[in-house]
Nanobody, 124 residues
Framework: VQLQASGGGLVQPGGSLRLSCAAS????????MGWFRQTPGKVREWVAA????????GVADAVKGRFTVSRDNPKNTVYLQMNSLKPEDTAVYYC??????????????????WGQGTLVTVSS
């Protein structure tokens, strides 16, 4: 599976962005999709995940109530809607595909394929 993330940019605190991750060349509809983020000098942090059917989905506590993950299997795309953005949300955001047990959805090592990352900067 090849993954292409897009939608990052500069936004003011309190603003919104929607990230997209388009998949090709594999079985997107059977993959659990994850979103992670990383800032320089820090480990990659899990943000959200959604199972292949979309029935199971979850977000990290740090973004709960502000971020929503969704997917459109016919379009081979997964989304991360980010609202009420804060400066601490500034990071490179990566999408990933894999088949982790749901209990390991937050572990980067559980995903086989990664997109190139898209930069989100939250600043006034």
């Amino acid at each position: 599976v090849q993954l292409q993330a897009s939608g990052g940019g500069l936004v003011q605190p309190g603003g919104s962005l929607r990230l997209s991750c388009a998949a090709s060349g594999g079985t997107f509809s059977s993959s659990t999709m994850g979103w992670f983020r990383q800032t320089p000098g820090k480990v990659r942090e899990w943000v959200a995940a959604i199972r292949r059917s979309g029935g199971d989905r979850g977000v990290a506590d740090a973004v709960k109530g502000r971020f929503t993950v969704s997917r459109d299997n016919p379009k081979n795309t997964v989304y991360l809607q980010m609202n009420s953005l804060k400066p601490e949300d500034t990071a490179v955001y990566y999408c990933a595909a894999g088949s982790p047990p749901w209990g390991l959805r937050h572990s980067p090592g559980s995903y086989y394929h990664w997109g190139q990352g898209t930069l989100v900067t939250v600043s006034s």
